[in-house]
């Protein structure tokens, strides 16, 4: 039988720690949709990483927002609000509940109400953590609670608000999608060096693009001769092959068990 | 060819003697920075000679390799070149760039380069810092880094404001980070030391170092000394207690805590009876400087609380409105000196104590020189605290009469009370954070005045947490006051210059200076201004369109010297074309 672990989660003490854009791992298809609809609806006024724009506030780092229940939040983007923003019944209720269910993949956390607060954990946390510091290697690119790599996402709190099957997917079929600052590319300079890493920006003028050893390389877009897109990220897709069920199973039972953690270093009012 | 260095001054020739070729990361950097030296030199424009002392390293750390891996060496540079390591620069506190491409000739021609929008608070305050062509900004408590050609972000820490907070803390303002190694340091609005990966931006760790009083916050950038992350922290106008601490820098573990208000059976506690020591003040919200050779860290203080009535506090009220010196291995205090004993008008002593060394009166010396709030400008002898020198540099000042042989100031006798006194300067100060800066190649002294005063009132107030601890209700200017910014020679001991500021807005910009003898500032007409630091002639202006509240640094990539400055809710940078 399946140990269980209470997720010791208080929606009025959630803030969001350490998020990057690139912790896009395993999102459904209705999340997918949701990053469309909000680059259509959203960004526009929240900015294109819901970090805020100047006619609106950020939708992660706001403190209220993870006290709000689902019905609240839809309500919001329905109905609009007397802060000035508009309504969006406009665009269906289908396409509200996929904005909604991208930013909170997006920023890690459950509202607060519909927080489940018990987990079911498949394996051995223990064993994980040994796998996820050891043989599967997650380590040298994910950072795990402070200890881990720096070139791939934060996994502190993913697991905060995925179920076991979202992060066994996530793991065995990566890149679904590819969030772009995880890209990795190949870019030929006017030299004819190559430089393989991941995509930290770009635009019609320069390229940033970081290397596995963390350095950073800037680049004149007119300076580059050729830009191999490669459409995935730096995780290996061997993940199915090179760890037993078992194993995998302890994996996701400590990014589980990690997720739902409170942090030590965490404020509690202060 | 201008020169304005000192006759007899080392001249800066650069060689390739000068770089460090075994440095494989760094060599080629170097190299094509050596020659947009020699290409400047070519053109006739002016490479001025610039006061290295001797057996300062003055090999140009002209790192574009965007490789993160800052160590001691590099934030033991002084002057600095491409890096701009930390909140002042070097650990002098001078705000001073040893880089020489932008020259009186050419500043003229200085054009913007790119924006960047954190779209969060307003106004920053901060002072970017750059590392390997890597700029680290923070905006509240979010931080960036950005790619310091182009200001694209290369990654992005959010972290939500703290709510609940009051005064300045609550304004969420934040000066900026500390570096060291491949570790990201910076202060939260609420008082936690977060230690990030500055290659990606995530949280290795945090600690939150003010507890026990819900008016404690912070604003300042953290300062890396040796293996430890030295923090300080606000409310001191909102009844908290004082202290400095010091963190290692790999684990967050705390190594000392200084508690600037001392507790009952302390030296200093007689100013503070019953528990009254507990709300003293005397916070430490601005980044201190660090001399290696006397392994001493000086930090000022700030005022003691309340503020305007001193009845519940007699005394001297140590150790606030002081200038301390720390062992930075132990916290413990070598000395202090007090520039407002028992101070009744906001007069904080945190302005950055520039470490110099120089001839006073003829004479060899190791001072540390700060333009106080309390309207006097000091010179000190930074081994041991003695008073070398003072002078007041308003003309309105009216709180004391002058300075004794000590430095100590001769009260007038003014207690604010219900009605109020005139006070000069006003509580705002003769001059504030805004940076000072040092040229060591002229000996020049520059910074940032104001002439006002204030009616100060005072109502016996109590304390609450969550509430100022403000011991009025109105402070009244009812004049207008005048902004100057200020040359004061080292060697002749007076102002070279002092130039009158117009302009609608009372700023909060500070001064740097540079190797070719340039002043840069943000004015009071929300200007970007090149001045000539011999004459305070302006050169270039770039109107900024918000308010300076911040001081501007200077750094290099790829060969190119940059200014940059952040402006009401954005960071400017700056280049020749």
């Not at chain 2, 573990?253 to 302390?266: D, M, S, V």
């Not at chain 2, 003040?281 to 400087?289: D, E, K, L, Q, V």
Request: aromatic share 10%; proline share 6%; with cysteine.
């Amino acid at each position: 039988m399946a140990p269980r672990i209470s997720a010791l989660l208080l929606g009025s003490t959630l803030l969001v720690f350490g998020f990057a854009a690139r912790d896009l791992h395993a999102q459904g298809d209705e999340a997918r949709q949701g990053a469309q609809r909000f680059i259509e609806y959203c960004a526009g006024c929240h900015g294109a990483d819901a970090q805020g724009g100047d006619k609106a506030p950020p939708l992660l780092s706001t403190s209220s927002i993870p006290r709000l229940s689902d019905a609240e939040l839809f309500r919001i983007v329905h109905d609009g609000t007397n802060g000035g923003m508009p309504p969006f019944a406009q665009i269906g209720d289908a396409n509200i509940r996929a904005i909604l269910q991208f930013l909170k993949n997006l920023a890690g956390y459950t509202s607060a109400k519909s927080v489940s607060t018990d987990v079911a954990v498949p394996g051995d946390p223990d064993s994980g953590r040994a796998l996820y510091f050891g043989k599967a290697r997650c380590s040298q690119c994910h950072l795990m609670q402070g200890k881990g790599g720096f070139i791939a996402g934060n996994l502190t709190n993913y697991a905060r608000n995925r179920t076991a099957d979202d992060i066994v997917k996530a793991i065995t079929t990566p890149d679904t999608p590819l969030a772009p600052a995880s890209q990795v590319v190949i870019l030929t300079t006017g030299s004819g060096q190559k430089l393989t890493g991941v995509l930290r920006n770009e635009d019609n003028f320069s390229l940033e693009l970081q290397t596995e050893d963390g350095r950073f390389h800037f680049l004149d877009r007119s300076a580059v001769t050729d830009v191999h897109y490669t459409e995935r990220s730096l995780m290996p897709r061997d993940y199915a092959a090179k760890l037993s069920p078992k194993e995998l199973a302890d994996l996701v039972s400590f990014l589980l068990v990690s997720g739902r953690t409170p942090q030590p270093e965490k404020p509690a009012a202060r | 060819m201008t020169r304005l260095a000192r006759p007899g001054a080392p001249q800066h020739k650069p060689s390739a003697s000068h770089v460090c070729l075994g440095c494989a990361l760094r060599s080629l950097a170097a190299l094509c920075f050596l020659l947009a030296f020699h290409a400047a030199t070519a053109f006739g424009q002016a490479v001025n000679g610039s006061a290295h002392s001797p057996g300062v390293d003055t090999r140009p750390s002209t790192d574009s390799s965007g490789v993160i891996n800052i160590q001691q060496q590099d934030l033991l540079q002084k002057p600095v070149f491409a890096n701009w390591p930390s909140y002042n620069g070097d650990y002098t506190g001078a705000r001073y760039s040893a880089l020489q491409q932008i020259t009186p000739a050419n500043a003229p021609r200085l054009a913007a380069q790119w924006v960047f929008h954190p779209h969060t608070v307003s106004p920053l305050e901060v002072t970017p810092v750059v590392v390997a062509g890597i700029m680290f900004v923070t905006s509240a408590n979010d931080a960036f880094a950005l790619d310091a050609k182009t200001g694209n972000v290369l990654w992005h820490h959010v972290r939500a404001i703290s709510p609940g907070l009051i005064d300045d803390p609550g304004q969420h303002r934040n000066r900026g980070v500390a570096i060291l190694g491949t570790r990201l340091y910076m202060e939260t609005d609420n008082a936690h030391l977060l230690c990030l990966d500055a290659r990606s931006g995530h949280l290795l760790w945090e600690v939150a170092y003010a507890t026990g009083n819900k008016n404690y916050g912070a604003t300042s950038a953290p300062l890396i000394v040796k293996d430890k992350v030295v923090v300080g922290i606000s409310g001191g106008d909102d009844g908290v207690r004082g202290f400095l601490a010091a963190f290692d820098a790999a684990t967050g573990e705390e190594k000392w805590r200084f508690w600037t208000i001392p507790a009952p059976g302390e030296k200093g506690n007689e100013s503070w009876p019953g528990d009254t020591y507990l709300h003293g003040g005397g916070s430490t919200w601005m980044p201190g400087t660090y001399d290696p050779d006397l392994n001493t860290l000086y930090w000022g203080t700030g005022n003691p609380a309340p503020d305007y009535d001193g009845r519940l506090r007699p005394g001297d009220d140590l150790y606030t409105s002081c200038l301390l010196a720390l062992d930075p291995d132990t916290g413990t205090l070598k000395w202090y000196f007090q520039f407002s004993p028992h101070d009744l008008y906001d007069y904080d002593a945190v302005q950055t104590p520039v470490l110099v060394d120089a001839s006073l009166q003829g004479q060899p010396r190791k001072l540390a020189v700060t333009a106080n709030r309390n309207g006097f400008l000091y010179i000190l002898d930074r081994a041991t605290g003695k008073f070398l020198f003072g002078k007041s540099f308003i003309d309105s000042q009216n709180w004391a009469t002058g300075l004794d042989e000590n430095g100590r100031p001769i009260s007038a006798g003014l207690i604010p009370d219900e009605k109020g006194v005139r006070v000069c300067p006003a509580n705002g100060g003769a001059t504030n954070w805004y940076s000072p800066s040092y040229n060591p190649a002229t000996h020049m002294f520059y910074f940032r005045s104001f002439e006002a005063c204030a009616l100060i009132q005072s109502n016996a107030p109590s304390f609450a947490e969550g509430r100022a601890y403000y011991a009025s209700g109105i402070q009244t200017a009812g004049e207008n006051g005048k902004a100057y910014i200020n040359a004061f020679s080292l060697d002749t001991l007076d102002f070279a210059w002092r130039s009158l500021q117009f302009g609608r807005n009372k700023g909060w910009g500070g001064v740097m200076s540079t190797a070719t003898g340039l002043i840069a500032f943000g004015d009071d007409g929300l200007n970007f201004v090149i001045a000539e630091g011999r004459t305070g002639r302006p050169l270039w202006h770039f109107h900024l369109g918000q308010l300076v509240h911040a001081s501007p640094m200077s750094y290099a990539v790829d060969g190119r010297q940059y200014f940059a400055i952040a402006a009401g809710s954005d960071i400017f940078s700056f280049a020749l074309p």
